[in-house]
């Protein structure tokens, strides 16, 4: 089998009530720039990043994959994947102008399709391919209830719908708000809400500073919060190391973390508790293997970020035995062939060959149009 063809891939999918937003950001539609890779046995394999839909950058992405690594690419056996990915990840040229950021998003679409190629060749999905098995129960936690935007009675009855309809055990609400205070009440508000025996994450995207952080979370302990997630600077690793050692609420992090590196410092210096990398922001699904390898050598668990809105990340969730409990978005449910399924919830291990990224047939016709 080999490469004859690198097509550019750029999907916009609008979020849950047209606009979202967390201490950070404010976005209304999820990005899946990326690529379709051709084979000369007519086999098309699927890979994309998670952006927050900024067509600029969402095309420096996709040039970079085409035009850079397309080259390289063209002639090779795609099913060779980690030798591949080896030869690109070295590549002199690319590395020099980065090592992360864009050339790093653009290697890991390439790498996912590249896998999404050898476990469609092989009638896999790609869980299988890598060791999983079916029995696992994989845990879905949901996130797309506790948006900061959303007013407090919406939040309220999203997350109980959640949990009452749904049979979700677990929600992640977003804190970091203006008002700490307000911050306490909406957490308080959702734990009365659902009661004691469901767990609740709680998500700052690194905008407290370390005193507010170490306050905040000393109040948060009231509510039984399972980790707070990037309560400061992503790549702040002695605030964290600092945090860890004062506040007694677990931390998460690692959905802006670029390379196994960055992981291997977090972890050796005490920094994270629940480890979240991501296949699209890491260099793909290889590198991702690397990092849960890592935390599983630490004991930690590995509870990835979902950039690619779980498609890809419940395979090798299902595969990774450091992986139990996995984000569920699901902005990209009705744009893609085979979207994630949770029952009561938890994952259902997918049937389908390949890596989970397949566009649907409308999603592609509304790409051809862009
Ligand atoms: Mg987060």
């Known amino acids: 089998m080999k490469i004859t063809k690198l097509e550019p891939i ?4 609008p979020v ?27 086999q098309i394999g699927y890979g994309f990043s998670g952006t927050h839909a900024h067509l600029p950058t969402d095309r420096l992405i996709v040039d970079c994959i085409v035009d850079s690594y397309g080259p390289l690419l063209l002639g090779k056996d795609p099913r060779e994947v980690r030798a591949i990915w080896e030869m690109l990840h070295n590549q002199p040229e690319i590395s020099w102008v980065g090592r992360a950021g864009i050339t790093h ?16 060749d092989l009638g896999l999905p790609l869980w299988r391919l890598l060791g999983g098995s079916a029995s696992k129960r994989l845990e879905a ?20 719908r959640l949990v009452e309809e749904e049979g979700y055990k677990a ?13 306490l009440r909406r957490v308080e508000a959702v734990r009365k809400a659902l009661g004691p025996d469901i767990r609740i994450m709680t998500d700052a995207n690194g905008r407290w500073t370390l005193p507010q ?62 480890v979240q990398p991501d296949v699209v922001r890491l260099a793909g699904i290889t590198e991702f293997w690397q990092v849960a390898d890592l935390a599983h050598c630490y004991e930690l668990p590995v509870v990835p970020h979902v950039g690619d809105m779980c498609q890809v990340h419940q395979h090798v969730c299902f595969a990774h035995p450091a992986c139990s409990l996995l984000e569920y978005i699901p902005w990209l449910r009705d744009w893609m062939e085979a979207p994630a399924r949770i029952e009561a919830g938890f994952y259902v291990a997918p049937d389908e060959p390949g890596a989970g990224m397949t566009p649907s047939l409308r999603a592609l016709a509304e790409i051809n149009k862009a």
Not at 26 to 32: E, K, N
Not at 105 to 120: N, T
Request: net charge negative; glycine share 10%.
């Open 10 to 13: 750029i999907l916009h999918a």
């Open 16 to 42: 849950t009530r047209g606009g979202i937003a967390d201490s950070t950001h404010r976005l209304t539609h999820w990005g899946a720039p990326g690529v379709a890779i051709h084979t000369d046995e007519g």
């Open 105 to 120: 998003l653009a290697l890991g679409a390439v790498d996912i399709a590249l896998w999404d190629l050898k476990a469609k």
């Open 141 to 160: 936690y949901n996130t797309d209830g506790g948006w900061l935007n959303w007013p407090l009675e919406t939040m309220v009855s999203d997350c109980k």
């Open 171 to 183: 929600v992640k609400l977003k804190v970091g708000g203006p008002s700490s205070r307000e911050d």
């Open 213 to 274: 952080a170490i306050q905040t979370a000393r109040h948060l302990e009231d509510f039984d919060i399972v980790w707070i997630e990037e309560p400061i600077g992503f790549d702040d690793l002695d605030g964290h190391r600092r945090l860890a050692e004062t506040i007694s609420t677990p931390i998460a992090l690692g959905e802006q973390l670029y390379m196994t590196a960055q992981f291997r410092d977090f972890i050796e210096a005490g920094a994270v508790h629940y």
